[in-house]
């Protein structure tokens, strides 16, 4: 049979047909794009106002310039804002996960009294509105004669941190298989080495993932910072107070550089997992 | 504290073990004494206590009442660490973050030995996966897990290897193959093991001396030849293969034989093979020691007349039967296809007959459908 005839024997499918058959299949991907877009377009208007040659107020494009990135400490304490907000991270997270890792392994893997409610409890902190923590926390701390500040502000972060870090652990703990530890254990390993060699490594990837979360939003956390820092300035803190008189494309700048450093940390790990999978 | 292995190598003994959950009992009083060197199965339905046996023996679980020696040394208390025993878990429980070689040289490493690749590489030949020691365990079938789970424990050479359904993961051609090369590896290394399992051809080909477990407590304990062909429970006679349990009277003796009273005909059986004890009993034959044979043939050792093919079933080596007797009960029988006699047709009349030997007796009080309703694919936990 000739191609000319067989060509002619298909049937020409409709236009409108066509297209409804295109919006069919493409449909989850324009919800994608949009979705994608909508999340994104704050991020992409943050860098790129981070090179606008600004001067006080960050709000109009005046033109592009590398100088807020090659002197990011340029405006007035935005720096030991920074390094507060930091430190404070660092402190939080060091703790939170630590106490944190430790109660998931309690509830996780323990029989003891009030074990289901501990699991409530700690859901707790996580439900409570941020402004009546912050609130009551600062009353608590003056109670005590505990004037806020640096302190104050950490003990305050490892508290809110401290959930979410048992939450996630927990999820991991709940899946691994007890028969390993079992084997290990028959293996001539003790109860410690048992611990360190394969339940430790093997709950590691939940620990990780607890502690960025814990670090970012400590690092984030604005309004129970504020009841309880005191005269003590922390970089959300420092946005808030600059946007009354325009915000400093520096702001910027460290806006964008943690995006970009949390970016690479999520495709390092990707590629970790991907390298040991293989 | 751990136990040094060249004196704990012995038989081992359960004496006297009860293992309660509440008001449950898994194991109920078990006295056991497994041979240094045998290939030994626990065999049962699920949540017979075979699996809480072995893990009291692992020491996973420590047993409420009784004591558990191994050789001369008392373990019932020492933590698995302590002992010099080794388990195949029922999903293998390989550690994903390691490799094959490290998760083999797991047990070296934690008790200090020296020529730690030396060993590995033996063993892995043994196994003959040399080629995997650098994979993940995830990257592996699931046939070669089972071997490399067999590796790690016997690379440590234990006094006692445990072995928990060890196949049930894997589909039936790698099963048959496997039980091969497990009774093999067995042999080889000389280790005692201790097999649970819930499949009975699966312990009749491997085990030396196979212990029937139900309901926490031991049925009968011999070799796969005694269990099979002289059972004292119902529930090992039909856990076992089939058995055709036909309810009688014991009508009197005839030198080492009784005579028995079967609805009214009679059959004669070694006084040795029955565990009757009183008058009543079930006389129990397994279905390929009948012969069937047209009525009016005269025919050897004991039949019964008046049966009719109910049901003929023919699968190529043999031809399965239900034969239906006058009583009302059926029975099975399996007639090899090597006599180039056709086979018996639907509703045909037949005489049934087999030799003396091979009856055995069942006590007149038992319960005849044990060990039939268990569903023996169920795995534990």
Redo the contacts between chains.
Sequence with gaps: MSSKIKDATIPTIPFKARLSRWFGRNLLRIYMIFGFTYLFIPVAYTFAFSFNDSGKSNLIWKGFTLGNWQNPCGAPQICDALGNSIKIGFLATTFSTILGTMIAFAIGRYQFKGRSSSNLLIFLPMATPEIVLGASLLSLFLVFKINPGFWPTVIAHVMFCISFVVVTVKARIASL?P??E?????????EL?TFR??TL??VAPGIAGAALLAFSLSFDDFIITNFNSGTLITFPKFVYVAAARGIPAQANVIGSSMFFLALAIVIAGQLVNRK??R | MSIDPIEARGDLRLTRITKSYGDFKAVDDLTLTIPKGSFFALLGPSGCGKTTTLRMVAGLEEPTVGSIHLGETDITTTRPYQRPINTVFQNYALFPHLTIFENIAFGLRRRGIKDVKEQVDKVLNLVELPHLAERKPTQLSGGQQQRIALARAIVNRPALLLLDEPLGALDLKLRRQMQIELKWIQREVGLTFVHVTHDQEEAMTMADTIAVMNEGKIEQMGSPADLYDDPETAFVANFLGQSNLIKGKIDGNDGDNLVIDLFGQKISMPKARSHAVDNSLYAGIRPEKFRISRTGTSVRGNSLTGGRIEDVSYIGVSTQYVVAMPWGQELMVFEQNDDGVPPFNKGEEVIISWEPNFTFGLRGDEDIEAGTEVNPEEIDE
């Design positions: 298989d028969r390993l079992q084997a290990a254990m028959d293996l001539y390993a003790n080495e060699r394969v490594p093997l040991k999978a």
